[in-house]
Antibody, heavy 122, light 113 residues
Framework: EVQLVESGGGLVQPGGSLRLSCAAS????????MNWVRQAPGKGLEWLSY????????YYADSVKGRITISRDNAKNSLYLQMNSLRADDTAVYYC???????????????WGQGTLVTVSS | DIVMTQSPDSLTVSLGERATINCKSS????????????LGWYQQKPGQPPKLLIY???TRESGVPDRFSGSGSGTDFTLTISSLQAEDVAVYYC?????????FGQGTNLEIK
């Protein structure tokens, strides 16, 4: 069974940093591309970042580019999101999501974690 | 960026009736070389992550009941629930994966009448 478990969320002050993790199990993590998607309280879904299986290709949404870094450790079956210069409008549930294949065009999100809540407030 | 616009924002349907949700993209998301529409539909119930229902605009994900169907091409798409069940109460999102940034519609809140 595919499982994605996010961690690392919490309360952080404006301007602070946080590193989110996503632990993957139930599939060969190194064979799949991954994404981060967030959802502000009561709002819709916003895709943030993509990373290919080998980390050779990375994309970011303009809204967070320069403030976030996606990475992965295939040996540890883990995906990460480093977030810096956090603002109040970064408050959201952050989901990791797996693509169905690591192949161009297959960028719909087949599996999702339960999410981790990041709250940016003083 | 490709803007995805869903209609309506909210929908109230009686049990057993048909529910129809529309999604319009600001540009075509049909890739002509493979004749595929890069459009997915997701269902999100309260307190849960989204769940993939449909991809390639009309292909049902494994395990999704056949009362859910997707249609459309180019810029106009539809998610249809043929006979609404109580467990279908949720927010539904469309998503384009034709180009980055991968964008979602604003969501449609489906309730029971």
């Amino acid at each position: 069974e595919v499982q994605l478990v996010e961690s690392g969320g919490g309360l952080v002050q404006p301007g602070g940093s946080l590193r989110l993790s996503c632990a993957a199990s139930g599939f060969t993590f190194s064979s799949y591309s991954m994404n981060w998607v967030r959802q502000a309280p009561g709002k819709g879904l916003e895709w943030l970042s993509y990373i290919s299986s080998s980390s050779s290709t990375i994309y970011y949404a303009d809204s967070v580019k320069g403030r976030i870094t996606i990475s992965r450790d295939n040996a540890k079956n883990s995906l990460y999101l480093q977030m810096n210069s956090l603002r109040a409008d970064d408050t959201a549930v952050y989901y990791c999501a797996r693509d169905p294949y690591d192949s161009t065009g297959y960028r719909y999100f087949q599996y999702w974690g339960q999410g981790t809540l990041v709250t940016v407030s003083s | 960026d490709i803007v995805m616009t869903q209609s309506p924002d909210s929908l109230t349907v009686s049990l057993g009736e048909r529910a129809t949700i529309n999604c319009k993209s600001s540009q075509s998301i049909l890739y002509t070389s493979n004749n595929k529409n890069y459009l997915g539909w997701y269902q999100q119930k309260p307190g849960q992550p989204p769940k993939l229902l449909i991809y390639w605009a009309s292909t049902r994900e494994s395990g999704v009941p056949d009362r859910f169907s997707g249609s459309g091409s180019g810029t106009d798409f539809t998610l249809t629930i043929s006979s609404l069940q109580a467990e279908d109460v949720a927010v539904y999102y469309c998503q384009q994966y034709y180009s980055t940034p991968y964008t979602f519609g604003q969501g449609t809140n489906l309730e029971i009448k």
